[in-house]
């Protein structure tokens, strides 16, 4: 099988590279194009890619053909590509393309997955939305869901909660990142030097969610057993508590969605 990129920025090589790590698809297997040839045929060169000469041709030597150019330009790519979709399977990375808007530009009978797949894809502990349309079944959504479960975990959402995902999982690394930055903060005010602070701090956070993912908790119940009573735990979650930790990450997120959906700043 054979997977084609129109496109190759920084999201098409997060998941390139996660490809290619994971042998999912072997660099003679990947077909690029993209705007300017000085940019994709060094990067094509370097690993061991497909490179050709338009996005046309990407479409006809590939199975499964992502689309990862920025919004702008996808309806204009989309139809110069249209009459080359028969028999293929198309995958969309392109923020707020709908499946409706992809068919009206390529017709309804394309397989059609879009998707939104988040930053950490780049270490294979990507998170990424996904939406089918009605003609892609069977062995071409197990294909297409295979790319984004190579990089990290998937899950199905209708389109009308992309934006919810977007700010839980497109945003939230900046937000995790400043957690992590915070605690490895406090580790410093208490004498750790901060690359220390930070090791401990981001390593507790990659094992609490490790945790979170591998038992069949919710985070309150892993939350009591580390808090011994009358303990150090509960003492130091009731005090940010008192600081409003939940409802500044609930306030956060309630921002962060009312921006996407174009509100104020
Ligand atoms: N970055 C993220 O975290 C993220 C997350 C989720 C979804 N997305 C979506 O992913 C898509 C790509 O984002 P990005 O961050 O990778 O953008 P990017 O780095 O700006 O890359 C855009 C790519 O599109 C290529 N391009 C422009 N016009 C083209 C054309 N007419 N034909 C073929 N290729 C063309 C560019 O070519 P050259 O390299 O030759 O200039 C470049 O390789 C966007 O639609 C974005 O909404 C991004």
Do not use: C, W
């Not at 046309?56 to 080359?84: C, G, H, M, W």
Request: hydrophobic letters at 50%.
């Amino acid at each position: 099988m054979k997977i084609g990129f129109i496109g190759v920025g920084g999201m098409a090589r997060a998941i390139i590279g996660g490809l290619i790590q994971a042998r999912t698809f072997a660099p003679t297997d990947i077909v690029v194009h993209s705007h300017r040839q000085e940019s994709y045929q060094p990067y094509a060169q370097e690993h061991g890619l497909v490179a050709v000469l338009s996005n046309q041709k990407v479409v006809q030597a590939s199975d499964l053909v992502i689309l990862a150019v920025t919004p702008n330009v996808a309806p204009a790519v989309l139809k110069e590509i249209k009459a080359d979709l028969t028999g293929k399977v198309l995958i969309s990375i392109v923020a707020g393309l709908s499946l409706g808007d992809i068919a009206d530009l390529v017709g309804e009978t394309v397989p059609a997955l879009r998707t939104l797949p988040n930053v950490n894809v780049e270490v294979g502990a990507g998170m990424t939305a996904v939406a089918a349309n009605a003609a892609l079944t069977g062995d071409d959504l197990t294909a297409a869901l295979r790319v984004f479960n190579t990089i990290g975990d998937t899950t199905e959402l209708a389109e009308d909660q992309f934006g919810v995902f977007s700010a839980l999982a497109g945003s939230s690394p900046a937000y995790i990142d400043f957690f992590i930055d915070s605690l490895s903060r406090a580790g410093v005010k208490h004498g750790l030097t901060k690359a220390q602070a930070t090791q401990i701090a981001a390593q507790a956070t990659l094992g609490s969610a490790k945790m979170v993912l591998s038992s069949n908790k919710i985070p309150f119940e892993l939350i009591d057993q580390v808090s011994s009573p009358g303990g150090s735990t509960v003492a130091g979650l009731l005090a940010m508590e008192e600081a409003g930790l939940m409802t500044a990450v609930v306030k956060g997120i309630d921002a962060t969605i009312k921006r996407d959906a174009g509100g104020p700043a």
